[in-house]
Nanobody, 117 residues
C-alpha cells in the first residue's frame, strides 16, 4: 500500500502563486511516477503534471509555462509550483503515484485550490 498526503492548497487571487507538496509513504519502489491531477466541479479528472523517478515530465497544455513539477526522491516527495494562477485553475488537486513496473494507481485525498478575486 502507498499513502499520499497533499498540502499547500488554499485561496489566492488571480496572478498569484501556490506550491503544492505531496509526500509518499508505504510500499514504495524506485521506478515510479508521481504527479498531480485535478478535478473541477462538473468536469472529469485531468492530468496536470507528472514526473517519473528517472526525470521525465508531462504537462497539460493548459499549464505549460506556468506550472513546474519537481521531485525530491530522497524524501519521496513531489511538488507543484503553480504560478500565474487563473480562475480556471480552481479545482481539487490530487496527488498520484504509480509503480511503472506495475499497473496500480494510488491517490491522495486531494487539496482544494481556489483562484478568485
Amino acid at each position: 500500500q502507498v499513502h499520499l498526503v497533499e498540502s499547500g492548497g488554499g485561496l489566492v487571487q488571480p496572478g498569484e502563486s501556490l506550491r503544492l507538496s505531496c509526500a509518499a509513504s508505504g510500499s514504495l519502489v524506485v521506478i515510479n511516477s508521481m504527479g498531480w491531477y485535478r478535478q473541477a466541479p462538473g468536469k472529469e479528472r485531468e492530468l496536470v503534471a507528472s514526473m517519473s523517478s528517472l526525470g521525465s515530465t508531462t504537462y497539460a497544455d493548459s499549464v505549460k509555462g506556468r506550472f513546474t513539477i519537481s521531485r525530491d526522491n530522497a524524501k519521496n516527495t513531489v511538488y507543484l509550483q503553480m504560478n500565474s494562477l487563473k480562475p480556471e485553475d480552481t479545482a481539487v488537486y490530487y496527488c498520484h503515484y504509480t509503480k511503472l513496473l506495475g499497473s496500480r494507481d494510488y491517490w491522495g485525498l486531494g487539496t482544494q485550490v481556489t483562484v478568485s478575486s
